[in-house]
């Protein structure tokens, strides 16, 4: 038996060791016992103080296990909290300045410098908070990483000098820091027990904190209250959800007598004003203008601003009411109404600004408009063409031109009217033609118009067929003829001349249907040029009829007058001729005229001195012959065919009824 005695003691010993060792473990893991200052809660929650080395996911997950999470700090009241919770109490701790994580960490890439928070989240998951604390400015570089935050807290400062106390650090995650703050919401608060004689009650809160000294006791929390002997034991309450589903505790007071008693005798049963009691409890009343606190306990005024006959806004305080003016406003000496702030005389705005109650408006002059900067931008309307003719644009406006020979019109000045300059006394010596932008000065008949475009002068009598020569040429295109270099291709003309009498050169045609000019000879002898020859085209290989036609100033060609001779004859409607100028010199002594025929400045034209023109014409036609053969030649020993010109595309109609060439005769 003593064996078996000494064998079960030896197994026993290993299982107590181990045992300890597990506490003692666990209380390492788990945390160090919260202390009775370690903790403080108010109507809305708890907070808690863990003095432990760890990182901030351990601390997340300490919290996590209490039921809470890191400290969450996104008000003033909840700052002021954390502020009295780190003040009181002594606390043994490694170094003056502690730090201590707080539920607020950013991912990395998240920075946001304009927001309050800078990216950084708390614990709950929101982003939004009406209190920051940051001791310095955000790090750009170390956005890159996974960033928590600590407050930082010096114990040796009693005076609150320090001005760094209670501030926000971001550092590193995976640092241990001094310890790390927990907040806890539950779904109500009890109120305190009150001491019966035998001392204050004992609370042990759902997050493992023994306290006597909470005002606020979190729901599923128990209490211990002490009686005085010879009373009853000690009684033990939770506060749970009562059945008119209010938090409370599960039994009313007083819990250690049973006799009632006037609850309100001692101390006003802590009501500010009024106690009522009933027996098994009391409650507390204000006095008429004030309001029961959230405490119940503590009385305030109603509404400190009902009376107060603020303008905008009123703002409550100890002292009683302030009234408060929005933004553009100030207070006016009565302390009650607001005075409007005119910014315009500031000058904020680049050209208008309109005052207005509060606030002031900012407003570009006409033909501006306002960019997105707030400057003002000139409008361009000539990009929307509201213009005639021509628009320059302005500095916040434009204009519009008109044309040469317009005006704007009176009625819309951006369009344009033609100017009538006929209208104009004396803008025209005889007549004025008015068109589009313009005029022009015109002549009666008999009338020729001068260099300057304004006068007229009488036409002579010698420039009379000169005129009439050049209207029936000008009013004919078929007569306008153009120099041609095309060589001849084709087999020589068949060209019959006529004698050459004297009868021939008359100042008018048989028909009228051929234009007469006035035949001119040139100093410079015969050229050589294929725009000297005359040019039939390969349809002309029919009947066809050519003239020379020659004026009557006989004596001026004697004398060297320069002239151009050209003529058109009349020909077979399907049988039409293209006639080049041709240009001679004839230079004749003044013995080769007949006596009494010398032309003098001044006489008029004779025409019974034709013999003189045969005799230049004989040469003449001999030379064209000559030319024309050597041309014939020269084209049909050429086997490469040339472009053709324009002068190629052109067919002439003229209107004059075909004769048969043996009895035909040319015209002048």
């Known amino acids: 038996m003593g064996k078996r005695a000494d064998r079960k003691s030896c197994a026993v010993y290993p299982c107590l060791f181990f045992g300890l060792l597990y506490l003692y473990w666990s209380k390492g893991v788990m945390g160090q016992s919260l202390q009775e200052q370690d903790g403080m809660c108010d109507a809305d929650g708890c907070y808690s103080i863990h003095l432990q080395r760890k990182t901030f996911r351990e601390s997340s997950r300490i919290c996590k296990d209490k039921g809470g999470n ?48 800078r990216g950084f989240t708390w614990s709950t998951g929101e982003q939004e908070t009406q209190y920051t604390n940051w001791q310095r400015d955000d790090v750009p570089n170390a956005c890159a990483a996974h960033r928590c935050v600590v407050i930082s807290y010096n114990t040796a400062d009693k005076s609150g000098s320090d001005q760094n106390n209670f501030k926000w650090l971001d550092g590193s995650c995976a640092v241990a820091v001094d310890g790390f703050l927990c907040s806890y919401t539950y779904q109500g608060m009890c109120p305190a027990l009150q001491n019966e004689g035998g001392g204050p009650a004992l609370y042990n809160t759902p997050f493992e904190l023994a306290s006597t000294i909470l005002t606020h006791v979190p729901f599923g929390s128990v209490a211990n209250l002490p009686c005085r002997e010879g009373e009853k034991e000690d009684q033990s309450v939770l506060c749970m959800v009562r059945d008119d589903g209010s938090i409370g505790w599960s039994k009313d007071a007083p819990l250690c007598t049973d006799i009632p008693k006037d609850l309100c005798e001692q101390d006003n049963g802590g009501c500010e004003h009024y106690c009522e009691n009933r027996n098994t409890h009391y409650y507390c009343e204000c006095s008429e203008g004030y309001v029961l606190g959230e405490d119940g306990k ?92 021509i628009c320059e644009n302005l500095n916040g406006s434009y204009t519009c031109l008109c044309h040469e020979g317009f005006s704007p019109l009176r009625e819309d000045p951006d369009l344009c009217e033609d100017i009538d300059e006929c209208k104009t006394p004396e803008i025209c010596d005889q007549v004025c033609r008015n068109y589009e932008g313009g005029f022009e000065c015109l002549c009666d008949e008999g009338y020729i118009l001068q260099e300057d475009n304004y006068y007229c002068r009488p036409v002579e009598e010698d420039e009379h067929l000169t005129i009439q020569s050049a209207d029936a040429t000008m009013n004919d295109p078929d007569l306008v003829t153009y120099a041609s270099t095309t060589e001849w291709l084709t087999d020589a003309p068949s060209i019959e001349w006529h004698p050459t009498y004297p009868s021939w050169f008359t100042e008018k045609t048989e028909d009228g249907d051929v234009t007469t000019q006035e035949a001119d000879l040139t100093e410079n002898a015969f050229s050589n040029s294929p725009d000297h020859l005359l040019d039939i085209t390969e349809s002309n290989k029919e009947d066809e009829g050519i003239s020379i036609a020659t004026s009557d100033s006989v004596a001026a060609r004697a004398s060297g007058n320069k002239r151009t001779s050209e003529a058109l004859t009349s020909a077979p409607k399907k049988n039409r001729v293209f006639v080049m100028s041709t240009s001679a010199t004839s230079q004749l002594p003044e013995d080769a005229l007949a006596p009494g025929t010398q032309q003098r400045p001044g006489d008029k034209k004779k ?59 040319s015209q002048a």
Not at 326 to 343: A, H, R, T, V
Not at 654 to 661: G, Q, Y
């Open 70 to 117: 890191l400290a969450t700090i996104k008000g003033p009241e909840e700052a002021s909290l954390i502020h009295n919770l780190l003040s009181s109490g002594v606390r043994r701790v490694p170094r003056p300045r502690i730090r201590l994580w707080i539920g607020l960490q950013r991912m990395p890439r998240q920075c946001s410098a304009t927001r309050p928070l």
């Open 298 to 389: 503590t009385c305030q005024l109603s509404d400190p601003c009902h009376r107060a006959n603020c303008e905008f806004e009123c703002e409550s305080t100890a002292q009683g009411h302030r009234c408060k003016c929005p933004d553009g406003y100030l207070l006016s000496g009565d302390g009650q109404s607001c005075l409007d702030i005119d910014e315009c005389l500031q000058k904020p705005c680049p050209q208008e600004c309109i005052n207005a109650p509060g606030t002031f408006e900012c407003r570009c002059n006409e033909g501006y408009l306002t960019s997105e900067f707030g400057e003002c931008v000139d409008v361009d309307e000539c990009m929307e063409g509201k213009c005639d003719h």
């Open 607 to 665: 025409h019974d001195k034709s013999w003189l023109l045969v005799a230049l014409l004989v040469p003449l036609c001999v030379f064209i012959v000559v030319m024309l053969a050597l041309g014939i030649v020269y084209c049909t020993s050429c086997a490469v065919e040339p472009r053709k010109s324009v002068t190629d595309c052109y067919r002439w109609t003229t209107t004059s009824k075909p004769e048969k060439s043996s009895t035909a005769k």
